[in-house]
T-cell receptor, first 111, second 113 residues
């Protein structure tokens, strides 16, 4: 079993829809959680960085962490065609040198 | 304008040849990382370095080598021992170990001739 599981998609939604992207994990020691966006042939770009449980909002993006269920989500409101990309979750704890990444979910937003 | 620069963008390797991928950062970050990305497999860690003149193997180090002679630079050599080198290679850096987010370059796509 992988430490981090992420549905690969593709997820195809119409413009303006609310998108929910999710990751589950098995290591209860994870405390820091990140979401990255990766456009084709580009490097991942950090979108959200959260610590422990709770919600964090930044514009149209909301990151949610539920440590009791070992489940994190990224919500995108009013989705735009420019949001079409692969979204990667990543997580770690304080005493490690590494981030553990999900395999990424490909999102397509059509006009 | 701070960031991570990877070069070249595209690289072709002949059988039996070693090739070196460049990664330079001007973010003053201590830690640097190399990942390999294959379709459907996410990011796999090859090597990482927390400090100059020190580096550690990641999950898939066989067939690769690195050096860290300067804080700003972390080149990756793909040796002839790496039998399946075709992939997208990503370099990243972070201010310190572990819990800090990593910032990525735009990658090098390596293909076999």
């Amino acid at each position: 079993q992988k430490e981090v599981e992420q549905d690969p998609g593709p997820l195809s939604v119409p413009e303006g829809a609310i998108v929910s992207l999710n990751c589950t994990y098995s290591n209860s020691a994870f405390q820091y959680f990140m979401w990255y966006r990766q456009y084709s042939r580009k490097g991942p770009e950090l979108l959200m960085y959260t610590y422990s449980s709770g919600n964090k909002e930044d514009g149209r993006f909301t990151a949610q962490v539920d440590k009791s269920s070992k489940y994190i989500s990224l919500f995108i409101r009013d989705s735009q065609p420019s949001d079409s990309a692969t979204y990667l979750c990543a997580m770690t704890n304080y005493n490690t040198d590494k981030l553990i990444f999900g395999t990424g979910t490909r999102l397509q937003v059509f006009p | 304008d701070g960031g991570i620069t990877q070069s070249p963008k595209y690289l072709f390797r002949k059988e039996g040849q070693n090739v070196t991928l460049s990664c330079e950062q001007n973010l003053n970050h201590d830690a640097m990382y190399w990942y390999r990305q294959d379709p459907g497999q996410g990011l796999r860690l090859i090597y990482y370095s927390q400090i100059v003149n020190d580096f550690q193997k990641g999950d898939i180090a066989e067939g690769y080598s690195v050096s860290r002679e300067k804080k700003e630079s972390f080149p990756l050599t793909v040796t002839s021992a790496q039998k399946n080198p075709t992939a997208f290679y990503l370099c990243a850096s972070s201010p310190a170990r572990g819990n800090q987010p990593q910032h990525f370059g735009d990658g090098t796509r390596l293909s076999i001739l």
